[in-house]
């Protein structure tokens, strides 16, 4: 079992930054790849970012060039930096890791971007 924390959402105004943290304990070793989504209301659940354990990343077209995700193997902690935020960027944020053929999913944080 893989148990995932996210934490760092909140409420920012249109242009502002948050930073997002998924730390993870468990059985979560060797190859894996860790992501985060989000699910908008009304909307699905969509890939934002994801880093391998070699650190090959793949973000969502919208957000390019403004969220970075990054991960510390020590820490067992991936991140996501969100810069130039949009009201669109509006979601709870879940944070996934792929390891051992089997997905788990964090509760979510939610991230709001209103003026």
């Known amino acids: 079992q893989v148990q995932l924390v996210e934490s760092g959402g909140g409420l920012v105004q249109p242009g502002g930054s948050l930073r997002l943290s998924c730390a993870a304990s468990?059985?979560?070793?060797?190859?894996?790849?860790m992501g985060w989504y989000r699910q908008a209301p009304g909307k699905q659940r969509e890939l934002v970012a994801q880093?391998?354990?070699?650190?090959?990343?793949n973000y969502a077209d919208s957000v390019k060039g403004r969220f970075t995700i990054s991960r510390d193997n020590a820490k067992n902690t991936v991140y996501l930096q969100m810069n130039s935020l949009k009201p669109e960027d509006t979601a709870v944020y879940y944070c996934?890791?792929?390891?051992?053929?089997?997905?788990?999913w964090g509760q979510g944080t939610q991230v709001t971007v209103s003026s």
């Open positions: 996934k890791a792929f390891t051992m053929g089997y997905n788990y």
């Open positions: 468990g059985s979560i070793f060797g190859r894996n790849t």
């Open positions: 880093i391998s354990s070699d650190r090959i990343t």
